[in-house]
């Protein structure tokens, strides 16, 4: 179980617990529990059943029957509210929320629905599964992704009412783990039975070193901008491989922030193995191909082929636009077979597999909003044209690629001498 305490945020100066974890849902108690249904109303055999034998078989249909006779038409993402605050036997539950076929291009309006309707009925307490995550097929990232940002827009629009209580439970390890990254991408450090501080955010003290006294420097603390050894109550100093210092607490915060990198926001040196927000389902395939010179290169044996492929997919927390819908791309590149091209595709491949190749954004030359797109490490996408067409001869292209690379913390040093493409 992860455990997780929100607020104040935005305009919300309240708080709210939040809780991941495994189990089945009809073991909770709470004032709301939701569950999926189809487009036509129709249970699942197991919930059906569960439902009926908690809320008791005549009480649930009554309640289930009285709920469809008040309600319109429902669409993908819509709710059906089912009162069973007047059932007896073991449901706890006042209300049931029947959530409608919540496919990919409907979760963001099924997690709205969900706080809108519970603060409405001034619930204090809700649980929701991975909507979707079973027969319709939803990818559990993408569910994990939506629910945590939506969370995080209601909360701090001060939309939660009198919600205090938020459980991410399903019956699915996996989810579990999930919904615990996205929340602590974007809430920051749980509390849980099992982790601890520096489970979670891999603990300053693995790269870092504390400063006693008498070597604090006289500089300040670039995050806070103070004095590392201001007078006063004295804090607490670390300092980085590369030498520069910083208030413990004040390079916490900056570490926990999913969009900080990690290296020292002074020199840039990295002290930690870089890890982009490159999306999860991205592929990359390396072919050799020997029947292809590129220009400038013609006496290498081969030119090696890149081939990239990134589905469609939910933005994370770190992107443009949490937890919206991203259009995926294929790529193809080029890289000259010599020693210095290999020495590119080591790089190259380490990068991807840290999750640096691609981003999500804007395209610039296109224009199009939220895409995947490129991240500053320059490819050859063309065999001719030369660098203005992206393509050959570029006499320094292997020396700004790896310039490229470099920049964003990828080294020949940082490669395992093991990898293989």
């Given at each position: 179980m992860h455990e997780f305490t929100i607020g104040p945020l935005g305009e919300w100066n309240g708080t709210a617990k939040v809780i991941a974890k495994t189990g089945s849902i009809f073991g909770e108690s709470a004032d709301v529990i939701c569950l999926t249904v189809s487009s036509t109303l129709e249970h699942s055999p197991s919930i059906w059943k569960s439902l009926t034998t908690q809320a008791g078989p005549r009480e649930y249909k009554k309640a289930f029957k009285t709920a469809k006779e008040g309600s319109q038409y429902l669409g993908h993402g819509d709710i059906l509210v089912v009162d069973t605050s007047k059932t007896?036997?073991?449901?706890?539950?006042?209300?049931?929320?029947?959530?409608?076929?919540?496919?990919?291009?409907?979760?963001?309006?099924?997690?709205?629905?969900?706080?809108?309707?519970?603060?409405?009925?001034?619930?204090?307490s809700v649980v929701i599964p991975g909507l979707g995550c079973g027969r319709i097929g939803n990818s559990v990232h993408g569910t994990c992704v939506l629910a945590c940002t939506v969370l995080q827009e209601i909360a701090?629009?001060?939309?939660?009412?009198?919600?205090?209580?938020?459980?991410?439970?399903?019956?699915?390890?996996?989810?579990?783990?999930?919904?615990?990254?996205?929340?602590?991408?974007?809430?920051?450090?749980?509390?849980?039975?099992?982790?601890?501080?520096?489970?979670?955010?891999?603990?300053?003290?693995?790269?870092?070193?504390?400063?006693?006294?008498?070597?604090i420097q006289k500089d300040d603390c670039v995050v806070c901008l103070s004095s590392l050894d201001?007078?006063?109550?004295?804090?607490?100093?670390?300092?980085?491989?590369?030498?520069h210092q910083y208030h413990v607490q004040c390079f916490e915060v900056f570490i926990r922030n999913p969009n900080s990198k990690k290296c020292c926001p002074l020199c840039c040196k990295y002290f930690e193995?870089?890890?982009?927000?490159?999306?999860r389902e991205a592929q990359m395939f390396i072919n050799k191909n020997y029947h292809l010179k590129l220009p400038g290169h013609e006496d290498s044996e081969f030119t090696y082929e890149i081939f990239y492929t990134v589905p469609h997919g939910v933005q994370e927390a770190s992107h443009i636009r949490?937890?919206?819908?991203?259009?995926?791309?294929?790529?193809?590149?080029?890289?000259?077979?010599?020693?210095?091209?290999?020495?590119?595709?080591?790089?190259l491949k380490f990068a991807f597999d840290r999750r640096l190749v691609f981003t999500v954004g804007d395209?610039?030359?296109?224009?199009?909003?939220?895409?995947?797109?490129?991240?500053?490490?320059?490819?050859?996408?063309?065999?001719?044209?030369?660098p203005q067409k992206y393509g050959y001869p570029d006499p320094d292209y292997l020396m700004r690629v790896k310039e490229d690379l470099a920049a964003m913390g990828i080294t020949e040093d940082m490669v395992p001498p093991d990898i293989t493409f």
């Open positions: 007896k036997f073991q449901l706890s539950a006042k209300f049931v929320f029947l959530v409608v076929y919540p496919d990919i291009h409907h979760l963001d309006k099924a997690y709205r629905a969900i706080f809108r309707e519970a603060a409405a009925r001034r619930c204090t701090a629009s001060n939309a939660l009412g009198s919600l205090k209580e938020v459980r991410f439970v399903d019956v699915k390890e996996s989810i579990e783990r999930e919904f615990a990254v996205q929340l602590q991408a974007i809430f920051g450090t749980p509390k849980t039975e099992n982790a601890t501080t520096a489970d979670v955010n891999g603990g300053i003290w693995s790269y870092a070193k504390r400063v006693d006294e008498e070597a201001e007078d006063g109550e004295p804090k607490e100093v670390c300092e980085l491989p590369c030498g193995i870089p890890l982009g927000d490159q999306p949490p937890g919206k819908l991203f259009t995926g791309t294929q790529r193809r590149a080029f890289v000259p077979g010599t020693s210095e091209g290999t020495q590119v595709m080591r790089l395209s610039i030359t296109t224009g199009q909003k939220n895409v995947v797109v490129w991240n500053n490490i320059h490819h050859k996408t063309n065999i001719t044209g030369g």
